[in-house]
């Protein structure tokens, strides 16, 4: 019997480190990246699985929803549109990449940007070493129009899943 009970505790010890090490999980409580997130509180909020080990060893990719921290510390997540090196602006609900207009994945298809911020009215903004994301809720996200790039430090891991309500549970797209 005590054999049995000590290996039980070791397995929760083991499990707790992994989702410790690996994993993060976030209630969200803002309507900024609906409708692919939603939530207006804890009691609302889609719970959401991030995984925090690829981001140690490659960048983010365009038009993944990243989990990162703002200036003032609050955990959110959001889109990576523009990557380190590049400059974004915006014309017509279009994303430009160094002035190239960027296509969007068919499954965001219905995601309208708007150009708010440091890129109203087709003023580019540099990247820098960080990455520019936008809420898919443009009119009501607070992302890198106003807050700049997200610098790598401040990435903290990658959106994987809906884990709860489970009538929204699925992958992150």
């Not at 505790?9 to 499990?15: D, M, R, S």
């Not at 690996?22 to 009691?43: D, R, W």
């Not at 014309?91 to 309208?112: C, F, N, S, Y």
Request: hydrophobic residues 40%; proline residues 5%; contains cysteine.
């Amino acid at each position: 019997m005590f054999r049995w009970a000590r290996n039980l505790f070791a397995l929760i010890g083991f499990v707790f480190v992994v989702f410790t090490l690996c994993f993060e999980l976030t209630v969200i409580v803002s309507e900024s990246m609906s409708p692919t997130l939603q939530g207006s509180s804890y009691e609302t909020g889609d719970w959401v699985l991030a995984e925090r080990i690829t981001h140690r060893f490659r960048d983010p990719r365009r038009w993944e929803v990243i989990a990162c921290r703002q200036k003032d510390g609050t955990r959110v997540m959001k889109r990576v549109v523009g990557l380190p090196g590049e400059s974004v602006s915006m014309r017509r609900q279009t994303v430009l990449i160094d002035g190239k207009p960027m296509k969007q994945p068919a499954e965001l298809a219905h995601v309208k940007y708007l150009a708010y911020g440091n890129v109203h009215r087709g003023r580019a903004t540099a990247c820098g070493d960080g990455f520019y994301v936008l809420g898919d809720l443009s009119w009501d996200s607070n992302d890198s129009r106003f807050e700049g790039p997200v610098p790598r430090e401040r990435v903290r891991g990658r959106a994987l899943a809906i884990i709860w309500p489970l009538s929204r549970a699925g992958w992150v797209h």
